[in-house]
């Protein structure tokens, strides 16, 4: 498209531009928490105002918590007044949610949660405001689920932004349909959300009520000025003659400026406009916008956009970061309503009902909202503690659950401690666990374990902890098989025993396990060989497999800068810490500039995979610490993303060094950088390699002439001593020690034959682990069991109880068609499918006592509600 301000004017005859006024909410940013409230809430009591005095003026609304609530705490007089304009839609909302997750990194439940809550607030509130828009502003487009995921939340047009300056080299539509991984279509719209705050762009001059002849010459330069500005950013890469022209910025009051709050003449300017140009100008709200939109014919994209996401999120403040709370906290709200749906189909007392774990949940979508890494040390701290505090409270709801669940509990009398298993997953599980566990009795020495039925399980003790007193066992954990039916549960009990003799390492420092091949050393793993495939794999010279390596950054955007150093320590000691029979852990560490790594290899009897725990203590740098696998072949790249996969082709990708300096182009400032959910899998189509991160974010990068695939750890900076950042939390600096676990797996074939997506689940939803305690209660009733999905390339998403019913979420993981049965709990009277919202929708399931089955498209969601 030309950006000559003379053809763009030509093109927009006939066009209408929709000049939408917005306050962009943050939850804070480069002010604290208590000035955006107020600032929120002068905002919309003035658009209320201007919607008295000019019934054409618009504006919109989003995130509740972080827009709404303000008003209505500090404007009780003026509610009516909202809900009518909103009823009306001169208020429009431009995103009905909660909060502003990015929806690339954001957990998958939370992200669904955050739509289907805040859409509830909405409608409660304002039964008729129009809620066909979906937005998320500020951040990266998303993944290519987002047409599916959007739909089913009951919006018709998606409105996304970043990159526009990739997108647009690209030649990504401005205005397009996008076909996403299931085949589901969806309007969608990308730009900025700011626009027309200042009077470069809007100059006084067009405030007369009438254009002088004298005056002719400013209105052309204005004209040639939006069109070579604004209105060119809206119509770049468009096929369409209805254009979104943001007209607002972060916390600006409703037509003034940026920073200066000056009064702005955009109505005039409307106004003048529709009476001298070809084009038309009208004030809308985002919904507006969709009911024009949607009767235009728009060119089709299909698949994936955004391999990319930004580069300025990259695990902030490491293992304090919100990046790795937000992982837990969604972890253990979709665990906790799972076991507590069980208990109480069963009729458990004392369990955490829906209201409840609403409540939870709303905690942990207040923690999801994005830009939340650069708020002031008040507001993190109150961020932090409350978020911590819902994950203790989501734990103890899940222990409550299954202890009344399986009414175990404890005796003075009885043969050994009970020692209870929660599989949050619907499959059958057989897999090595680890208990932590304490001995109380010094002269007894060491455990033996026995499984409900009274066999004795094969036990190796872990490293152990504390103090040992002499030798004698004080705490150590428990290593053994255990076997946990589908969401369910599996009882063990722990009794004394004589402690067994520790093994001796393993000759040479090389091990077989039955799967695999290694030799390790003073600088961790050298060498390994998958006995299936044959694949041998050597390390680098002074480096190793799975090398933790700092990579120091100069000056950049948001502190993204060119890397200026790869740092690793070139020799290191290690040694064994466990030597079977069940597991093998050799422990190594080096140090360099200060920094420490230290890190395990972990392999258990008969894996094919690997785990790497890496620790690293910084006593502070400027840069990013990246766990480095110099991979042995080259091959297709794959990762996962909520709720499907995407490939990953960095050849054809493009970053900012080649693209044109300004705003629109600060997100891709670091090379070979794509995003994943949990994994990343190379495959030459026979062989793979696999890389599951287990409590990591979700950036990495992977220079496909190199083979070098790396997944950033975390981001240490400078500490600010100047300017707004001087108030940011100091947690930014990264102090300390830092931990992430990681599985190396080896696979035949591609990502599916290794069921990727199942083994990432599996170590990223452990086997929970319950020590009941207290009285003995009632076992579950013999008609409540635990509930179990098949094919096991079906998810579960959520098991969650709702006001007259329970909620079942599933979605295939395979990218093929599915015939799905799930084994329910009980028996339910009626299943009906919705949309998340549980509208029905036209797909059908059947109900046969306690089977339910459904068929499901490749990448196909399903929301099933159940009744009883």
Not at 183 to 188: A, M, V
Not at 460 to 489: H, K, M, N, T, Y
Not at 508 to 515: H, S, Y
Not at 720 to 746: I, M, N, P
Request: with cysteine; hydrophobic share 40%; net charge neutral.
């Amino acid at each position: 498209m030309s950006a000559d301000p003379k053809v763009l004017r030509r093109q927009a005859a006939g066009g209408v531009f929709c000049i939408i006024p917005y306050n962009h909410p943050d939850f804070a940013w480069t002010h604290h928490r208590e000035w955006h409230e107020e600032r929120y809430a002068v905002s919309t009591a003035e658009a209320l105002d201007l919607m008295r005095e000019c019934p054409e003026f618009r504006f919109c609304v989003e995130p509740w918590i972080d827009h709404i609530e303000p008003f209505l705490e500090r404007c009780p007089d003026r509610i009516e007044e909202l809900r009518k304009r909103l009823n009306s839609g001169q208020m429009g909302v431009k995103a009905f949610t909660l909060t502003s997750p990015r929806p690339a990194t954001c957990a998958d439940e939370t992200f669904l949660r955050n739509m289907i809550l805040g859409r509830r607030r909405y409608r409660e509130f304002a039964p008729k405001a129009d809620l066909s828009v979906m937005a998320c502003p500020d951040v990266a487009i998303g993944h290519s689920q987002m047409p599916q995921v959007v739909r089913l939340a009951g919006a018709r047009l998606y409105r996304g932004w970043r990159s526009d300056s990739a997108f647009n080299y690209l030649k990504i539509p401005r205005e397009f349909i996008w076909r996403g991984l299931d085949g589901t279509e969806l309007i969608t719209s990308r730009g900025t959300y700011g626009g027309l705050v200042s009077t470069a762009s809007v100059p006084d001059d067009v405030a007369g009520c009438k254009m002088p002849e004298d005056m002719e010459a400013s209105w052309e330069e204005t004209v040639a000025r939006l069109f070579a500005t604004e209105l060119f950013r809206a119509m770049e890469c468009s096929h369409a003659k209805t254009w979104w022209v943001s007209q607002g910025m972060d916390d600006v009051r409703p037509l003034r400026s940026c920073v200066t709050d000056k009064v702005l003449p955009i109505i005039e300017l409307v106004r003048l406009w529709n009476e001298r140009e070809a084009s038309r100008m009208v004030l809308a709200t985002p919904n507006e916008f969709r009911a024009r939109i949607e009767k235009e014919k728009l060119p089709v994209w299909d698949g994936v956009i955004d391999q990319v996401d930004v580069a300025y999120n990259s695990g902030w403040h490491g293992r304090r970061g919100l990046w790795r709370l937000r992982q837990e906290l969604d972890a253990a709200a979709v665990i906790a309503e799972r076991a507590c749906a069980l208990a109480r189909l069963q009729g458990g007392k004392g369990v955490a009902d829906c209201a409840r774990l609403e409540a939870l949940w709303v905690e942990v979508v207040r923690a999801a909202s994005h830009a939340l890494q650069w708020i002031f040390e008040k507001d993190w701290e109150w961020l932090n503690s409350k978020a911590r505090n819902t994950l203790r409270e989501l734990r103890e709801e899940t222990a409550k659950a299954v202890t009344v669940l399986f009414g175990t509990g404890r005796t003075c009398a009885e043969t050994g401690r009970p020692l209870v298993l929660f599989n949050p997953l619907p499959y059958p599980r057989d897999e090595l666990v680890e208990v932590p566990w304490v001995q109380p009795r010094l002269d007894v020495g060491g455990h033996r374990v026995w499984d409900a039925d009274g066999n004795e399980v094969a036990l190796q003790l872990g490293e152990l902890v504390g103090e040992s007193w002499g030798g004698r066992i004080v705490e150590a954990p428990l290593v053994f098989a255990a076997q946990v039916p589908a969401l369910g549960c599996a009882v063990y009990r722990v009794g004394d025993a004589p402690v067994a003799e520790r093994p001796a390492p393993p000759p040479k420092d090389t091990l077989e396990n039955g799967a695999l091949r290694l030799r390790v050393g003073g600088r961790g793993l050298q060498e390994v060989m998958d006995l299936a495939s044959g694949l041998k794999w050597r390390a680098p010279l002074a480096s190793c497999i799975g090398d933790c390596r700092l990579h120091e950054m100069g000056p950049g955007v948001l502190h993204v800068g060119p890397i200026t150093g790869e740092l690793s320590g070139q020799t290191g000691q290690g040694k064994w810490v466990l030597a079977g029979p069940c597991r093998w852990v050799y422990r190594w560490e080096c140090a360099f500039h200060g920094q420490r790594v230290r890190q395990d290899v972990i392999v258990d009897k008969d894996a094919r995979y690997i785990d790497f725990v890496t620790r690293v203590f910084c006593p502070g740098a400027n840069g990013f610490f990246a766990l480095c696998f110099d991979l042995p072949f080259r091959g297709k790249l794959d990762v996962d993303i909520p709720f499907g996969v995407e490939p990953r082709n960095l050849e054809d990708e493009v970053y900012a060094s080649t693209l044109p300096e300004g705003f629109q182009n600060i997100e891709r400032h670091r090379d070979h950088q794509f995003w994943a959910r949990s994994w990343a899998s190379v495959s030459d189509g026979k062989r793979g390699v696999a890389l599951i991160t287990v409590d990591g974010d979700k950036y990495w990068t992977y220079d496909p002439a190199t083979g070098r695939l790396r997944h950033i750890l975390f981001t240490p900076l400078n500490d600010a001593e100047s300017g707004w950042e001087a108030w940011v939390t100091k947690d930014r600096l990264a102090l300390g020690w830092h931990e992430f676990r990681h599985r190396l797996v080896f696979h035949d074939g591609d990502w599916k034959a290794a069921d990727l997506c199942g083994a990432s689940d599996r170590v990223r939803l452990p086997l929970q682990v319950v020590k009941p305690l207290g009285a003995r209660g009632k076992r579950a009733a013999p008609a409540v069991s635990g509930l179990q999905v098949t094919p096991e390339s079906v998810r579960l998403s959520a098991f969650h109880e709702v006001p007259g019913g329970f909620v079942l979420r599933v979605y295939e993981s395979k990218g093929e068609t599915a015939k799905v049965r799930v084994e329910l709990p009980c028996a339910f009277s009626r299943a009906v499918r919705t949309d998340f919202n549980l509208e029905p929708v036209k797909e059908k399931v059947k109900l046969a006592d306690r089977a339910l089955t459904l068929t499901l498209r490749r990448w196909e969601i399903a929301t099933v509600l159940l009744t009883r």
